[in-house]
């Protein structure tokens, strides 16, 4: 309710009235559709409770998940590879276990060339590109 009077205070202090009232029973132009105390206090409270709910903002596996990733899908070489060979849909697929990039980077690996000789089932790492 501090937080309510404050506002209050410095809506009020012009003479002006930007949407609250103290009492809709003292009447006045806009007071039909003016806030009261106790609804300003519920705004700021279900505000405060909405803003909450969005919850923080987290890249990348959480702590429950570590021990799962190596369920998800990653890139895996599925032919021999040479040094300065190019990736294609033949020589790279999507697999599991997850020890290799993610498959959102499938599409930008075709066509890059490896700097060393992959063998057959090795996890694809940046630092082969």
């Known amino acids: 309710m501090a937080v309510c009077g404050v506002i209050?205070?410095?809506?009020?202090?012009?003479?002006?009235?930007?949407?609250?009232?103290?009492?809709?029973a003292e009447g006045g132009v806009d007071s039909a559709f003016s806030m009261e105390p106790a609804e300003m206090a519920a705004l700021v409270t279900e505000t405060e409770r909405a803003w909450q709910a969005l919850g923080g903002i987290q890249y990348g596996p959480t702590k429950?998940?570590?021990?799962?990733?190596?369920?998800?899908?990653?890139?895996?070489?599925?032919?021999?590879?040479?040094?300065?060979?190019?990736?294609?849909?033949?020589?790279?697929?999507?697999v599991r276990p997850g020890f290799g990039?993610?498959?959102?980077?499938?599409?930008?690996?075709?066509?890059?060339?490896v700097n060393r000789d992959l063998a057959m089932g090795t996890a694809l790492r940046w630092e082969y590109l």
């Not at 190019?86 to 790279?92: G, K």
């Open 8 to 24: 209050f205070r410095k809506r009020l202090r012009g003479g002006r009235n930007d949407g609250f009232t103290l009492s809709r």
């Open 64 to 94: 429950v998940e570590q021990g799962s990733l190596r369920f998800r899908r990653s890139l895996y070489i599925a032919q021999d590879i040479k040094v300065g060979e190019v990736l294609t849909p033949e020589n790279l697929r999507i």
């Open 101 to 113: 990039l993610a498959p959102k980077h499938y599409d930008s690996l075709l066509g890059r060339r």
